[in-house]
């Protein structure tokens, strides 16, 4: 309650009481990290709703600043190998990544050069998804990246659909590394996205590889799918699943027609052509 009442005083207020608004927003999300998600993503949204510009926030860079330098210092210790899953969904470390994830959102809104230093030091982070959120606020921003800055975060699966999709967004498509940009590379990025939901895995696959491309027709069309192999990263409190069988695609224009599917059956059940058919079936509306 506290919180949406400050957020209706940022949102309706002016002047000296929209800034006392603001002040005790982050002083809230200072105090109390586990409201700092909340609050984060609040003050995204108004910017990004435009009821909130970079003149209300000029005032406010260094809390915020110094809010990222303490989560940024806090999320180093975590950082691992980037293609490995285990680390990125470690209990410890999710407190720290989450708020860290909208403040990075937020400050593509910010004033000052700081700012974008800071973006840029964000960069460096193993994280992918930390490293997206900064390379698309810098952009954002209207200033330059480097493209080795971008590959890393185009090679991730987890991140490389999200990469590609918050380029269109802002008509930079351009900037996508062309060789993480081929249909079945989005398709592996988004099959993984999918599989990420809690009603899914609930975390990223480890390990995903192509195994065979079959045509098929959707929307009157013939078209490319893409069928998966992947597994989970290893877990000590239970015996590994194995490789599965999973599907994504077909693709027009750089978006998916279909959603991502997998039924999750051993992928040593079936051939790759029982596996398509029956997945292929699902997504269709034939099963």
């Known amino acids: 309650m506290q919180i949406q009442r400050l957020i209706d005083r940022v949102t309706e207020r002016r002047g000296i ?3 006392t608004a603001l002040s005790e927003l982050l002083a809230l999300a200072e105090r109390q990290p586990d409201e700092a998600v909340g609050i984060f993503q609040e003050l995204t949204n108004l910017c990004q709703g435009g009821k909130l ?13 110094r809010m990222w330098q303490r989560l940024y210092n806090e999320a180093k210790p975590f950082q691992g190998d980037p293609f490995k899953v285990e680390w990125t969904v470690d209990d410890a470390y999710q407190p720290v990544r989450a708020p860290l994830e909208w ?13 974008g230093s800071a973006l840029r030091e964000n960069l460096q982070l193993a994280d992918p998804l930390l490293q997206l959120f900064a390379a698309i606020s810098i952009l954002r921003r209207l200033e330059p990246i480097n493209d080795r800055d971008l590959d890393p975060i185009a090679a991730n699966h987890q991140t490389r659909h999200k990469l590609w999709t918050q380029l269109r967004e802002l008509q930079m498509e351009s900037l996508m590394p062309k060789r993480w940009s081929t249909p079945e590379q989005l398709a592996a990025s988004e099959f993984v996205n999918w599989a990420s939901h809690p009603m899914e895995l609930g ?15 959707v929307e009157g069309k013939r078209r490319d799918l893409y069928l998966f192999r992947f597994r989970e990263f290893p877990k000590p409190w239970e015996p590994s699943g194995g490789w599965m069988a999973g599907i994504a695609g077909p693709y ?12 999750f059956d051993d992928w040593e059940a079936m051939s790759p052509e029982q596996h398509f058919a029956k997945l292929f079936s699902a997504i269709n509306g034939e099963g």
């Not at 975390?203 to 027709?217: D, N, Q």
């Not at 027009?252 to 039924?263: A, E, I, K, N, V």
């Open 252 to 263: 027009r224009d750089g978006t998916q027609l279909l959603s991502p599917w997998s039924s």
């Open 103 to 115: 403040l990075l959102d937020m400050m593509a809104f910010l004033p000052g050069e700081s700012v």
């Open 203 to 217: 975390v990223p696959p480890e390990e995903i590889e192509l195994a065979k491309t079959f045509s098929a027709v």
């Open 17 to 19: 009481e929209r800034q």
């Open 53 to 65: 510009v970079s003149e209300d926030l000029e005032s406010h860079v260094p809390t915020i600043l």
